[in-house]
């Protein structure tokens, strides 16, 4: 099993605490700069596109960049989005390395995660059950985040209401931090580790 995908975001994980905090703690520094910053992080990758898109010969726009809303004022609404972010690739991770085990057991699931997970389970010992209510959690933290505005719809209910003890209710927000991802990730690769073949 490859684990470079899940090295991948942990360390993109680590950044971006590391970097909000540091702007945090600097007040997100001269925010006129931030148009020098955006041509700078240019610069970090190979420049261009790697295929013929048909925005490469767009322009890129005549207006200066501005940072319309203070991030020290909407420091809380950056976190969470940071937080969304990194959920759903974790979520586009886990789905394509459950593919990948379906793939080496020559079994198949349906296209949604929470039917591989359901597949994959079926091989796991019950006292990993944690981890495979876990990998459900995250999914439907995903599913609220980015399909509900945040907040708790039915279908997404059912998929926690079997283990955890006091579900929520349609239309709770979703409160998440960042210590939740740190338990998210170890969830997904316990099921994904107890799951693979030797």
């Known amino acids: 099993m490859n684990w470079d995908r899940v090295n991948v975001w942990t360390s993109t994980l680590y950044a971006l605490i590391q970097s909000l905090s540091l702007a945090k703690e600097q007040q997100f520094g001269d925010l006129e700069s931030l148009p020098t910053r955006i041509k700078e992080?240019?610069?970090?990758?190979?420049?261009?596109?790697?295929?013929?898109?048909?925005?490469?010969?767009?322009?890129?726009?005549?207006?200066?960049?501005?940072?319309?809303?203070?991030?020290?004022?909407?420091?809380?609404?950056?976190?969470?989005?940071?937080?969304?972010?990194?959920?759903q690739d974790l979520v586009v991770i886990m789905d394509g390395?459950?593919?990948?085990?379906?793939?080496?057991?020559?079994?198949?699931a349906g296209d949604?995660?929470?039917?591989?997970?359901?597949?994959?389970?079926?091989?796991?010992?019950?006292?990993?059950?944690?981890?495979?209510?876990?990998c459900f959690e995250l999914i439907a933290a995903r599913n609220v985040l980015c399909h509900a505005g945040g907040k708790w719809n039915q279908r997404s209910i059912d998929l926690v209401?079997?283990?955890v003890s006091s579900p929520p209710n349609v239309g709770d927000r979703l409160e998440i931090g960042?210590?939740?991802?740190?338990?998210?990730?170890?969830?997904?690769?316990?099921?994904?580790?107890?799951?693979?073949?030797?």
């Open 41 to 87: 992080a240019d610069s970090w990758l190979p420049a261009g596109w790697s295929y013929s898109s048909s925005l490469a010969t767009q322009p890129m726009g005549t207006k200066r960049v501005k940072a319309r809303r203070d991030p020290n004022k909407h420091f809380e609404f950056i976190v969470r989005q940071v937080i969304q972010m990194l959920i």
């Open 97 to 108: 390395m459950m593919d990948d085990i379906l793939a080496v057991r020559g079994e198949a």
């Open 112 to 134: 949604f995660p929470t039917s591989k997970v359901q597949k994959l389970a079926t091989h796991l010992d019950p006292k990993y059950n944690w981890a495979k209510h876990g």
């Open 161 to 163: 209401s079997g283990f």
């Open 178 to 198: 960042f210590a939740c991802l740190f338990q998210f990730r170890k969830a997904m690769r316990t099921f994904l580790n107890e799951v693979k073949l030797p």
